[in-house]
């Protein structure tokens, strides 16, 4: 128990890791997910265990790699009690609720049955074993599909070798008798074997499928990164947070390879299939932010995926330090307090403004602002953009922001040199004064990309040049000695 300022983490984030059921423990701390009740319970079993035997009998195991190893070739129940004797009582408790099987794990109407006084009497559950011979590889042996799924993805480098050379799918078709899982390892491997090297993103992502048919029950795995669909917007949060650019990486080809919907499917074939809210909520997520990924303008990128992915993060915006902005309103009203200080020199708009203004109005679409495409310097410029993102942010409030219209009006003076008429300069700068003074950003924007100022600058522009040509033909006309009696 800590006293002090209240925190939030992942769940499970700071949990010993023998707590934590084998598929919880398999995944990154950051990467578990939210899971279920049943999680619960396993860490309730592992408490009485603790209190039977003390800290002593979990350092047979150093770590969650050499834990989860154990309870895939021993079983879960003789890997977590090591055998040690006890009172009777204990053991359907623990038989029950470490079953290696997670369908078949004890909840709340099992415990609350033997808390009242009833014994079922369970044996001792055998080691898992499915296979008629064990699978070999880097000097250890796997006797079930999950058990081999884990070792396989701690070397990653050389699963290829296996599925290319039908050692895989050899022993699961003779050895498992599993001829749809065989086929199915028969076609990763060929889409491997035509790959090459040549595309390391799609590689991976074979890779992921294949270790996901080999354990459904287990994270999603690609190269050291190992999650369950529900923890990956708190991975994606930590891997942002360490700047773990490639990993990051690794997580967007996930969600634009689609490599979801493949688990959804092994998920719908259970006999008891019924996808969990935070799961359903988290494919969602996904399917919505996978047009994104292509779009690379202000609003978009790595950060857009970020707050889509945690609605609930703070903006991360180096502007905001120390601030704890995780609304438009406070956002707006922060801004409007920086701008005496920030003004003459900084843009009121970052990466991560924009994409946390983008997430919050749920924008679709990159800004492309049509209205000012005669003057593409207009168009592009970041202050217009801020502008307009700004504009469509305090839409969404009641606010004021005199302070933030004046740093936006600051930033808009340098970027009107490009209109060509000083008088409408002077007009434009007479009336981006005026609007300030009402705090509406949504008035400037009005003005500025809504205005008719650009036509009538596009028009009076034309007709300049038009009498330059006019004019330039009579000059060339007097200076020909040959037609200047005629003129």
């Known amino acids: 128990a800590v006293l002090g300022p209240c925190v939030t983490e992942p769940c499970g984030y700071s949990q010993p890791f023998y707590y934590e059921t084998l598929e919880r423990m ?15 319970y396993h860490a309730l079993a592992v408490l009485v265990l603790y209190v ?3 800290q002593s009998h ?5 770590n969650s790699k050499s834990l989860a190893r154990a309870i895939l070739h021993e079983g879960m129940y003789n890997a977590l009690t090591q055998m040690r004797s006890m009172s009777e009582m204990y053991y359907d408790l623990f038989k029950g ?4 099987n997670p369908e078949d794990r004890w909840e709340y109407s099992y415990i609350r049955s033997w808390l009242d006084g009833k014994r079922y009497h369970a044996l001792s559950p055998p080691p898992p074993n499915e296979a008629s011979r ?4 880097m000097g250890s042996e796997a006797n079930t599909r999950r058990e081999l799924a884990h070792l396989l993805s701690f070397d990653w480098e050389n699963i290829s070798d296996i599925l290319l050379n039908n050692k895989l799918s050899q022993w699961v078709a003779a050895s498992l008798r599993n001829k749809e899982l065989a086929d199915s390892i028969v076609r990763i491997a060929r889409t491997i074997g035509e790959l090459g090297s040549k595309n390391e993103a799609q590689l991976n992502d074979q890779l992921t499928r294949l270790l ?9 795995r690609i190269k050291q990164l190992a999650f369950h669909i529900d923890g990956l917007e708190t991975l994606y949060a930590e891997l942002y947070s360490n700047k773990s650019h490639q990993e990051l990486q690794l997580l967007i080809y996930l969600i634009e390879f689609n490599t979801v919907n493949d688990w959804i499917e092994l998920y719908r074939k259970k006999p008891d ?3 969990p809210a935070s799961i359903n909520n988290a494919v969602l997520k996904q399917d919505r932010m996978r047009p994104y990924l292509r779009m690379a303008g202000l609003g978009f990128g790595p950060e857009r995926i970020l707050y ?8 991360q915006s180096p502007l905001l330090a120390n601030s704890y902005i995780t609304t438009l309103q406070d956002l707006l009203k922060r801004l409007d307090t920086l701008a005496p200080t920030l003004a003459k020199d900084q843009d009121p708009i970052d990466a991560h403004i924009a994409a946390f203004i983008a997430s919050k109005i749920s924008m679709l679409h990159e800004i492309n602002i049509r209205e000012l495409s005669a003057l593409p310097s207009l168009a592009n410029n970041r202050t217009i953009t801020a502008l307009y993102l700004l504009s469509a942010a305090q839409s969404r409030t009641d606010l004021r922001l005199p302070g933030l219209t004046h740093w936006l009006a600051l930033r808009l003076f340098p970027i009107l040199d490009p209109i060509h008429s000083r008088s409408i300069r002077r007009d434009l700068k007479a009336q981006i004064m005026d609007k300030v003074e009402g705090g509406h950003v949504q008035r400037l924007s009005q003005l500025l990309i809504n205005g008719n100022f650009l036509a009538s600058n596009q028009s009076g522009f034309n007709q300049a040049v038009a009498s330059y040509q006019i004019n330039e033909t009579k000059i060339n006309n007097y200076r020909r000695s040959t037609t200047i009696d005629h003129q």
């Not at 979990?58 to 150093?62: A, G, L, N, S, T």
Request: hydrophobic share 35%; aromatic share 14%.
């Open 308 to 315: 889509d992915l945690n609605p609930d993060l703070p903006c």
């Open 212 to 220: 996901m048919i080999m354990d459904p029950a287990g994270p999603l």
């Open 52 to 54: 039977l035997f003390g």
């Open 97 to 100: 609720v470490f079953s290696h």
């Open 273 to 275: 299939y019924n996808m």
């Open 134 to 137: 064990p699978f070999e590889f």
């Open 26 to 40: 398999q995944a990154l701390p950051a990467g578990k997910g939210e899971g279920s009740a049943s999680q619960d």
């Open 58 to 62: 979990f350092e047979r195991y150093p």
